[in-house]
């Protein structure tokens, strides 16, 4: 197993100006602010439509708009749910578009926005209204196996998920093209090779239609695995003679570590479980007199238990969260520790670091708290930290 060192975070004032520290902070406080405010009005509102008599009635006139059939009071409640949440976070998301848009970050107007937005409401949607829908009715219907065959099916959907995604959802968002032959699809596929990541394709997506930021990724399992490349970070790296394909091999190189330490699989895998853990704690739950009484439903094959369940399923995310956001932040730290392994570029790695946070706006200051609970990667100046520990080290 690697040993994955992790410094503490250096001061950001010793990689970047003051003025390119006050403009960061500047932008992501109070964004994280609004994103806060966004998170707490989504679980009041959860709270108030599964607890309260005016919350209940909102979902129980919309399932009776099915009569008496089960399924389609079970999908109207959903998605009454859905729709009052959407409806109540539109605003918040609006304020960050504008907030991208005042500072260069968004390439698209408002009506673009608005698009992606509904799609992402509607692929939300479904991916809801299905595990939910199915859930409810089979706590009603109770078929053989009942509550095992609800865990099994729930894990078979995250793997189809991880599988399809990358082919069904991601196009909704962007249009991807091949990398065209070169020097830097050459050195991108030979560094997948040196990693031992079998990859399938080269792709290049065009962010740049919706914003200014950069980034990289590694999606598909098997033989549907590919490298895709926002289209920004290809233009913010510049030209290969001044040192881009190198910026651009090293990001790609810490997506390769995911693939090559099975991050993506684990976490395929992790997330099958917690789903299948998830729904026989939902059954369990529901059979407790107290909860059913709370919710006001006769128990989980009751169709109007879906806003009960979404409840129960913010709040057993927010409990997680710690716990998983210290798991991601160790796996990337691991993954840029074996990037500068395989590239042996720290120089590289500060100014892709320093990109990054000044494309991106990166909280240059972060609150620990918040990065504890909620921080997916380790700070800015923590990464640069390690890079620079790599370097004294080599």
Same mark, same amino acid.
């Given at each position: 197993?690697?040993?994955?060192?992790?410094?503490?975070? +250096?001061?950001?004032?010793?990689?970047?100006?003051?003025?390119?520290?006050?403009?960061?902070?500047?932008?992501?406080?109070?964004?994280?602010?609004?994103?806060?405010?966004?998170?707490?009005?989504?679980?009041?509102?959860?709270?108030?439509?599964?607890?309260? =008599?005016?919350?209940?009635?909102?979902?129980?006139?919309? +399932?009776?708009?099915?009569?008496?059939?089960?399924?389609?009071?079970?999908?109207?409640?959903?998605?009454?749910?859905?729709?009052?949440?959407?409806?109540?976070?539109?605003?918040?998301?609006?304020? +960050?578009?504008?907030?991208?848009?005042?500072?260069?970050?968004?390439?698209?107007?408002?009506?673009?926005?608005?698009?992606?937005?509904?799609?992402?409401?509607?692929?939300?949607?479904?991916?809801?209204?299905?595990?939910?829908?199915?859930?409810?009715?089979?706590?009603?219907?109770?078929?053989?196996? #009942?509550?095992?065959?609800?865990?099994?099916?729930?894990?078979?959907?995250?793997?189809?998920?991880?599988?399809? =995604?990358?082919?069904?959802?991601?196009?909704?968002?962007?249009?991807?093209?091949?990398?065209?032959?070169?020097?830097?699809?050459?050195?991108?596929?030979?560094?997948?090779?040196?990693?031992?990541?079998?990859? =399938?394709?080269?792709?290049?997506?065009?962010?740049?239609?919706?914003?200014?930021?950069?980034?990289?990724?590694?999606?598909?399992?098997?033989?549907?695995?590919?490298?895709?490349?926002?289209?920004?970070?290809?233009?913010a790296a510049g030209p290969e003679s001044d040192g881009g394909a190198d910026e651009v091999a090293l990001v790609v190189a810490h997506e390769l570590a995911h693939v090559r330490h099975r991050d993506v699989l684990w976490g395929?895998?992790?997330?099958?479980?917690?789903?299948?853990?998830?729904?026989?704690?939902?059954?369990?739950?529901?059979?407790?007199?107290?909860?059913?009484?709370?919710?006001?439903?006769?128990?989980?094959?009751?169709?109007?238990?879906?806003?009960?369940?979404?409840?129960?399923?913010?709040?057993?995310?927010?409990?997680?969260?710690?716990?998983?956001?210290?798991?991601?932040? #160790?796996?990337?730290?691991?993954?840029?520790?074996?990037?500068?392994?395989?590239?042996?570029?720290?120089?590289?790695?500060?100014?892709?670091?320093?990109?990054?946070?000044?494309e991106n706006r990166a909280d240059l200051r972060p609150n620990r708290l918040l990065l504890a609970l909620f921080a997916s990667h380790p700070s800015t100046m923590a990464r640069i930290a390690q890079a620079w520990l790599w370097?004294?080290?080599?």
């Amino acid at each position: 197993m690697i040993v994955v060192p992790r410094p503490p975070a +250096a001061d950001p004032l010793e990689a970047f100006t003051e003025d390119e520290v006050g403009a960061c902070v500047a932008f992501a406080k109070p964004r994280q602010r609004w994103g806060l405010a966004a998170y707490a009005a989504d679980l009041a509102l959860l709270a108030a439509l599964a607890l309260t =008599g005016p919350g209940r009635a909102v979902v129980r006139s919309a +399932a009776g708009l099915a009569g008496s059939w089960a399924p389609g009071r079970v999908v109207l409640a959903t998605v009454a749910v859905l729709a009052v949440r959407a409806a109540a976070g539109l605003p918040f998301s609006v304020r +960050a578009f504008r907030q991208d848009a005042r500072a260069g970050l968004a390439t698209q107007g408002l009506d673009g926005f608005l698009r992606d937005w509904a799609k992402g409401r509607a692929v939300g949607l479904v991916l809801t209204v299905l595990p939910v829908g199915a859930l409810v009715l089979g706590a009603r219907w109770r078929p053989p196996g #009942w509550p095992l065959v609800a865990a099994a099916a729930a894990v078979l959907l995250v793997l189809a998920l991880a599988v399809a =995604g990358p082919v069904l959802i991601e196009p909704l968002f962007n249009r991807f093209r091949p990398l065209g032959p070169g020097p830097l699809r050459a050195r991108l596929l030979a560094l997948a090779a040196t990693m031992a990541v079998p990859v =399938g394709d080269v792709l290049v997506a065009d962010a740049s239609r919706r914003t200014t930021r950069v980034n990289a990724y590694v999606s598909g399992l098997g033989r549907t695995r590919r490298v895709v490349v926002y289209d920004t970070l290809l233009a913010a790296a510049g030209p290969e003679s001044d040192g881009g394909a190198d910026e651009v091999a090293l990001v790609v190189a810490h997506e390769l570590a995911h693939v090559r330490h099975r991050d993506v699989l684990w976490g395929t895998i992790g997330a099958a479980a917690l789903a299948a853990v998830s729904v026989l704690a939902a059954v369990a739950l529901f059979e407790l007199g107290p909860v059913r009484r709370t919710l006001a439903v006769a128990g989980l094959g009751d169709p109007l238990a879906a806003p009960g369940l979404l409840l129960l399923a913010a709040l057993g995310s927010l409990a997680v969260s710690p716990l998983a956001s210290a798991i991601s932040r #160790w796996a990337e730290a691991r993954a840029d520790w074996v990037s500068l392994e395989v590239t042996r570029d720290p120089a590289t790695a500060v100014a892709v670091e320093r990109r990054l946070a000044l494309e991106n706006r990166a909280d240059l200051r972060p609150n620990r708290l918040l990065l504890a609970l909620f921080a997916s990667h380790p700070s800015t100046m923590a990464r640069i930290a390690q890079a620079w520990l790599w370097a004294e080290r080599h």
